[in-house]
Structures are given as C-alpha cells and as structure tokens.
Nanobody, 132 residues
Framework: QVQLVESGGGLVQPGGSLRLSCAAS????????TAWFRQAPGKEREGVSG?????????????YYATSVRGRFTISRDNVKNVVYLEMNDLRVEDTAVYYC????????????????????WGQGTQVTVSS
C-alpha cells in the first residue's frame, strides 16, 4: 500500500499559479503511474494529469494531460524525494476543485492514466479555489 499526502492548495486569483505536491511513502516501488484528479462540487471526479513512474526508451517520463489543462499545467516527479508535482499556471475559475493525488500499480497505457479505475491509493485531497 502507498500512502499519499497532497499539499500546496489555496486561494488564487484568475490567471495566477499554484504548485501542488504529492508525497508518497510505503510500497512506492510497485507504483506504475501517478496522477492528479480533481472533483468540483456536484461533479464527478475527473483526471487532470498523469505521469508514468519509469522512463521511456527515450529517457523521459511519459505524461498525459486532460484537454482542459493542456498547455497550462505541468506534471513532474522527483524520484529521490518520491514527490510528484503539478504546476498550475493561468488558473481559471473552472479549475476550482479538490485535487487528489493517486497511484496505481497495474500496467496501463498512457491514455489510461486519467481513468480512476486504474488507481488503488488515494490522498486526502487539497482544495484549490480560483476566485477574484
């Protein structure tokens, strides 16, 4: 089992930036992918961005983004610290939600990293509010 703790949420004005952190402990060697999800009031949880835990043949970590955040959000990882980051720029009111970090041990395609059923460990969430 993997334990996850998110941090970095807060209140920001439209156009502002935040960086979320997801610190992992426990069985981190079994993790295949780590992803960020979000859930706004009255809406279903949706995938935001994901990153595989191992480098591809080209030496980079494969990443995937929801269309709504592509070009504004950047996911990255520090394997030494076991932390995954989500850099969020040009934030919009519609980005307001509780953001959750999750890890999955099962193998998945890069397109599958935003599917909730592929994840078995979840953090407690961190609130991001974008408002003027």
């Amino acid at each position: 089992q993997v334990q996850l703790v998110e941090s970095g949420g807060g209140l920001v004005q439209p156009g502002g930036s935040l960086r979320l952190s997801c610190a992992a402990s426990g069985a981190t060697r079994d993790v295949f992918a780590t992803a960020w999800f979000r859930q706004a009031p009255g809406k279903e949880r949706e995938g935001v961005s994901g990153i595989l835990n191992k480098r591809s043949a080209g030496g980079r970590y494969q990443t995937y983004y929801a269309t709504s955040v592509r070009g504004r959000f950047t996911i990255s990882r520090d394997n030494v610290k076991n932390v995954v980051y989500l850099e969020m720029n040009d934030l919009r009111v519609e980005d307001t939600a509780v953001y959750y970090c999750a890890t999955g041990a099962r193998s998945m395609t890069i397109a599958g990293v935003l599917e909730t059923e592929n994840y078995d460990s979840w953090g407690q969430g961190t609130q991001v509010t974008v408002s003027s």
